[in-house]
């Protein structure tokens, strides 16, 4: 390549290439000819999507001019964070003006419980840190439903993914599946095909295109970033631009409806999309039962998570506030959740639903959910498990069972006693043996010489009596004609 060839997208794509992979260890002697010639970079160039390759296109025209200008922090233009940062204030206008658009138009022609909306939800397994100062989640499960106003959800598409995690991620993975909705990574039903799943997804929106637009997929802010990098995968698969699959806020949605039911029965007040987010977030039906998937509903505890049922929840929500106000009748298992009634009849049915749960509790030896102590049921059976050699040995070790016949012990002579074993002296300890000194006596270390106890003498110089002495110690000493001194006052009284 020639020194002084211009940049392109492609040399800056080989330039963030080769530095992504000389952090993982590889070298490039070659310098950027090298990086050329490797065929994985070529390949991954190949297979990147438009909207990639039209960011490098982009960044190779500011190189162009003159260079990029300020950067930032971390290395990035500044005139591309300004641009990206009013791309996305750009798209919040466009999506507030289309969803207002959609709902007042509705309301003219008085058609809007026949409009149909999308409703998207994406689990994960962990997020990942990007070049870009972006997160990208591992998906592990998502739903798709076709919500209206008068029919409710009529149609939901649901899908388990099959991933493998990378090193280092495995705990977190762990973490957030058993906190939240205790999917396995390497579970053998789902899916792991992308392409597959994003054909999937473009024949259920099929029915609701305009044109060759798809409509709109709308999800919570919450779980937002989730849906997009789920998507952003979905489009990588089939080599399309990001923009195939729009993804709106619920939350937007929400609020013009709600405020559509209003104006309809004659309310002045106006519902806020913060109003809308806090009643997304409580989430009043989320203790709902027979609202997951067939896998969540043999995990106890798991329902509130299933992608499926939080759909479902989400058109629940709003059609609990707009519903009634539009006119339109509230049916329990399209518009609210099916009633439980405790009559005989259903009292049965409801005990043989429970009964099947506890005899399915097991789902499949391939799950590697994990018990209250941190083992897997997978692990203690390939721990525990004993070859045939190793269980015939132990049946031949076996011990012989004996029978004991109490009647007969019954009818035995009693058999004789044992003698008692003597009882034996324990010496004191070597201490304990000398004899102990009178007591008020002084010990001999304190005899100088060899002088006797009985033979040692007190006087009053050396003990005076109480309230004699002077300071510390002995005291003063005083002649034996001198008169002896009276205990001051306070001090009590002389005892001799």
């Not at 794509?13 to 002697?29: A, L, Q």
């Not at 897997?376 to 070859?387: A, F, G, L």
């Not at 006596?441 to 005899?447: E, L, P, Q, T």
């Not at 005076?464 to 002077?470: D, H």
Request: charged share 30%; with cysteine; glycine share 6%.
């Amino acid at each position: 390549m020639p020194k002084k060839t211009k940049p392109n997208g492609f040399l800056l794509f080989m330039m963030d290439y080769r530095k992504r992979e000389e952090r993982k260890g590889r070298s490039f002697r070659g310098g950027i000819q090298e990086v050329q010639n490797d065929p994985q970079c070529n390949q991954e160039w190949q297979s990147m999507s438009v909207d990639k390759k039209a960011e490098y296109n982009r960044r190779a025209k500011d190189c162009k001019k003159g260079g990029a200008g300020k950067k930032t922090g971390t290395g990035e233009s500044m005139d591309a964070v300004e641009r990206e940062k009013m791309r996305k204030v750009e798209f919040a206008q466009n999506m507030n003006d289309e969803i207002e658009s959609i709902v007042a138009m509705a309301m003219e022609f008085g058609n809007l419980p026949l409009i149909k909306f999308n409703f998207i939800h994406s689990n994960w397994f962990h997020t990942r840190s990007l070049e870009n100062n972006e997160f990208d989640y591992i998906p592990a499960e998502f739903a798709v439903s076709e919500f209206s106003l008068k029919d409710g959800v009529t149609k939901i598409y649901h899908q388990i993914l099959k991933t493998e995690i990378r090193c280092g991620y495995t705990r977190e993975a762990m973490e957030t599946s058993q906190e939240t909705h205790q999917l396995p990574w390497n579970l053998q039903c789902g899916e792991d095909r992308f392409e597959v799943m994003a054909e999937n997804l473009k024949e259920f929106l099929k029915p609701g295109m305009d044109g060759n637009k798809y409509p709109a997929l709308y999800t919570s802010r919450q779980i937002s970033p989730a849906v997009k990098a789920l998507i952003k995968r979905l489009t990588h698969s089939l080599n399309v631009p990001n923009e195939t699959f729009i993804v709106y806020e619920l939350e937007v949605l929400f609020k013009y409806l709600r405020n559509a039911a209003m104006q309809k029965a004659g309310v002045v007040d106006s519902f806020h999309t913060v109003m809308a987010e806090y009643e997304l977030i409580k989430d009043a039906f989320s203790f709902t039962p027979g609202l997951d998937c067939d896998f969540h509903k043999n995990l106890d505890g798991t329902s509130q998570f299933c992608s499926m049922s939080i759909v479902k929840r989400w058109a629940f929500t709003i059609c609990d506030y707009c519903c009634e106000n539009l006119g339109v009748e509230m049916l329990h298992g399209v518009h609210l959740p099916l009633k439980i009634h405790s009559d005989q009849s259903n009292m049965s049915d409801t005990m043989s639903v429970l009964s099947e749960k506890i005899n399915v509790m097991q789902i499949q030896d391939t799950i590697g959910i994990k018990s209250m102590t941190g083992v897997s049921k997978e692990y203690r059976t390939r721990v525990s498990e004993r070859t045939d050699a190793e269980e015939q040995k132990r049946r031949n070790d076996k011990r012989t069972v004996t029978v004991v016949k109490y009647g007969d012990l019954a009818n035995s002579p009693p058999a004789e006693p044992e003698p008692e074993p003597a009882p034996v002296t324990v010496p004191p300890p070597k201490e304990y043996q000398i004899p102990l000194r009178r007591p008020h006596s002084i010990s001999h270390a304190h005899i100088a010489g060899k002088q006797k106890e009985d033979e040692h003498t007190y006087n009053e110089s050396e003990f005076p009596s109480l309230g004699v002495s002077v300071g510390r110690g002995n005291g003063a000493r005083r002649k034996d004609n001198e008169p002896r001194p009276g205990a001051g006052r306070g001090r009590g009284i002389a005892l001799s």
